[in-house]
């Protein structure tokens, strides 16, 4: 009964991951997303045969269908996705696409149809212990395609450029990965007897943290409750969808702007100064620049749109935002699919200012179809050096 509860509980777990995972993949499609919601789905399948062979006893189809999930689909697409996750390269991704599709077909076909040897009980059981040499030449071969998909995305994450938090972030995604697929191998390869849905659970578990991971946002809801503007919001929702109802091509990006009456109103800031015609300009009171780094990573074949609905959010910035004195969209010649997007405010106000503006609001809703994954860096200037016409050659105008 042991074993029969265990397994119950792996299983349903199993099933609540894969439908967790099916909604991260809904929430930022990719590749490594798909890759991890078929290894649960093989998993999930996996155990859910291997409860029915706890009731009741293995047979010849829950055994294979045990062994299917976990020996074979779990593993080797949790290792293709770290390798859709990590990897950079469209060669490397099309290579380990075409190994993928090797190692899936065929040694499908054979553990589906070989013949199996031995009798079985109601506890895991082990593969080698009723699969003949040629299944288990293949699923040796598929475990070692595993482990190599493993390495080359590891190496990959450890030798892009830059580091820290994502760095950091992207080696805890690739060890949780690992070490499903790990478990996975033990459970398919020895069974374990009562051990076995409680190494299948920390697989799922494992699986299901390094989607989690992923499907995060990075970048934080960084308004509070309290308005920091004593005037009504003029960028109401009304107002809002009558500014962008109608093609939402990218093609044309923000043609509304062109009309001068829809030009952004500027908030006033608390306790504004009265106006003084005679006497000479206030000084402005010193304030600490703010700067904010963003880093996009592209959809493949997204490249040119969102360079055009950047390249149009740039000059919006440049005319009607006096307060961001730097903004910049950077292409990365080593990345293709990576944009770096540079500014720097004038204060806190001012960037929370552009982040409610608009265009601001409308490029971030575009492109958001066109981004797999956003990393935000804030700054706080301490110390720098730039010449006068540093801001007139980046700012269009």
């Not at 099916?22 to 993949?25: K, L, S, T």
């Not at 076995?196 to 799922?204: D, E, F, S």
């Not at 001012?350 to 608009?358: C, T, V």
């Given at each position: 009964?042991?074993?029969v509860?265990?397994?119950?509980?792996?299983?349903l777990?199993?099933?609540?991951?894969?439908?967790?995972l099916?909604?991260?993949?809904q929430?930022?499609?990719?590749a490594?997303?798909?890759?991890?919601?078929?290894?649960?789905?093989?998993?999930?399948?996996?155990l859910?045969?291997?409860?029915v062979?706890?009731i009741?006893?293995?047979?010849?189809v829950?055994?294979?269908?045990?062994?299917?999930?976990?020996?074979?689909?779990?593993?080797?697409?949790?290792?293709?996705?770290?390798?859709?996750y990590?990897?950079?390269?469209?060669?490397?991704?099309?290579?380990?696409?075409?190994?993928?599709?090797a190692?899936?077909?065929?040694?499908?076909?054979?553990l589906?149809?070989d013949?199996?040897?031995?009798g079985?009980?109601?506890?895991?059981?082990?593969?080698?212990d009723?699969?003949?040499?040629?299944?288990?030449?293949?699923?040796?071969?598929?475990?070692?395609?595993?482990?190599?998909?493993?390495?080359?995305?590891?190496v990959?994450?450890?030798?892009r450029r830059g580091g820290?938090?994502?760095?950091g972030a992207?080696?805890s995604v690739?060890?949780?990965?690992?070490?499903?697929?790990?478990?996975?191998?033990v459970?398919?390869?020895?069974?374990l007897?009562?051990?076995?849905?409680?190494?299948?659970?920390?697989?799922?578990?494992a699986?299901?943290?390094a989607?989690a991971?992923?499907?995060?946002?990075?970048?934080?809801?960084?308004?509070?409750?309290?308005d920091?503007?004593?005037?009504?919001?003029?960028?109401?929702?009304?107002?809002?969808?009558?500014?962008y109802?109608?093609?939402d091509?990218?093609?044309e990006?923000?043609?509304?702007y062109d009309e001068?009456?829809?030009?952004?109103?500027?908030r006033r800031?608390r306790?504004?100064?009265?106006?003084?015609?005679d006497?000479p300009?206030?000084r402005?009171?010193?304030s600490k620049?703010?700067?904010?780094?963003?880093i996009?990573?592209?959809?493949?074949g997204q490249e040119?749109g969102?360079d055009?609905?950047?390249?149009?959010?740039?000059?919006q910035?440049?005319?009607?935002e006096?307060?961001t004195?730097?903004f910049?969209?950077?292409?990365?010649p080593?990345?293709?699919?990576?944009?770096?997007?540079?500014?720097i405010?004038?204060?806190?106000l001012?960037?929370?200012?552009?982040?409610?503006?608009?265009h601001t609001?409308?490029?971030?809703?575009?492109?958001?179809?066109?981004?797999?994954?956003t990393?935000?860096?804030?700054?706080?200037?301490?110390?720098a050096?730039?010449s006068?016409?540093l801001?007139?050659?980046?700012?269009?105008?």
């Open positions: 009964m042991v074993t509860g265990l397994a119950f509980t792996s299983a777990v199993a099933w609540s991951a894969t439908a967790a099916a909604a991260y993949a929430r930022r499609p990719s490594a997303a798909v890759g991890w919601l078929v290894a649960a789905f093989g998993i999930a399948a996996g859910s045969a291997a409860v062979g706890a009741l006893g293995f047979g010849d829950t055994f294979r269908l045990h062994q299917i999930g976990v020996s074979l689909l779990g593993p080797l697409y949790m290792a293709w996705g770290a390798v859709e990590g990897v950079r390269s469209p060669r490397g991704r099309f290579t380990s696409r075409l190994f993928l599709s190692f899936t077909i065929v040694p499908l076909v054979v589906f149809v013949r199996l040897s031995g079985f009980d109601r506890a895991f059981p082990a593969f080698a009723h699969y003949d040499i040629i299944p288990r030449w293949l699923i040796g071969a598929a475990h070692l395609v595993v482990a190599v998909f493993l390495v080359c995305a590891l990959a994450v450890l030798r820290g938090r994502d760095r992207d080696l690739l060890g949780l990965v690992a070490l499903a697929a790990l478990l996975c191998v459970v398919g390869r020895m069974g007897g009562v051990l076995g849905p409680l190494l299948a659970l920390g697989a799922v578990a699986l299901w943290g989607s991971m992923v499907a995060r946002p990075r970048h934080r809801d960084r308004y509070e409750d309290d920091p503007y004593d005037d009504e919001d003029p960028y109401d929702e009304g107002r809002h969808d009558d500014r109802d109608g093609d091509d990218a093609d990006p923000f043609e509304s001068p009456q829809e030009e952004p109103v500027r800031r306790n504004p100064e009265p106006d003084r015609h006497a300009p206030a402005r009171a010193p620049l703010r700067g904010v780094i963003t996009y990573t592209l959809a493949e040119d969102f055009q609905i950047a390249d149009a959010v740039v000059d910035v440049a005319h009607h006096p307060d004195l730097l910049a969209c950077h292409t990365v080593n990345g293709p699919l990576q944009r770096i997007v540079y500014a405010y004038r204060d806190e001012a960037r929370e200012e552009h982040e409610r503006q608009p609001l409308e490029f971030a809703r575009r492109s958001s179809s066109q981004v797999v994954a990393n935000v860096i804030e700054l706080s200037l301490s110390g050096s730039a006068d016409g801001a007139a050659m980046l700012m269009p105008h």
